[in-house]
């Protein structure tokens, strides 16, 4: 069964970071392009990152640029988004999700690419 599972969030002061996971299990993370999506109460879901298969492109949001990163670990089949100097508008449910690319070098920030979703972890930026 193919199964995402995001972990990590939280609650944290503005200026603090939180690191999220997402874990893979089913199948192997590293042939699939991996985004990073967030959802505001209100507010449509949006993408904040994604990383190729390859692992060797990146995108960000502009909100997020500078100050999030978005990595992957192919042998613990996990993608990780670290999170510095947050906001309060970076509250949000975050989800992690998957598609599996014809293009390794590829990766987009629109939600009809992906296939598979996890069900979300909550970040909360507050003071």
């Known amino acids: 069964q193919v199964q995402l599972v995001e972990s990590g969030g939280g609650l944290v002061q503005p200026g603090g970071s939180l690191r999220l996971s997402c874990a893979a299990s089913g199948f192997t993370l590293d042939s699939y392009a991996i985004g990073w999506f967030r959802q505001a109460p209100g507010k449509e879901r949006e993408g904040v990152s994604c990383?190729?298969?390859?692992?060797?492109?990146?995108y960000y949001a502009d909100s997020v640029k500078g100050r999030f990163t978005i990595s992957r670990d192919n042998a613990k089949n996990t993608v990780y988004l670290q999170m510095n100097s947050l906001k309060p508008e970076d509250t949000a449910v975050y989800y992690c999700a998957a598609y599996e690319p014809n293009a390794r070098l590829l990766c987009f920030m629109t939600t009809t690419w992906y296939d598979y979703w996890g069900q979300g972890t909550q970040v909360i930026v507050s003071s």
């Open positions: 990383v190729s298969s390859s692992g060797g492109t990146t």
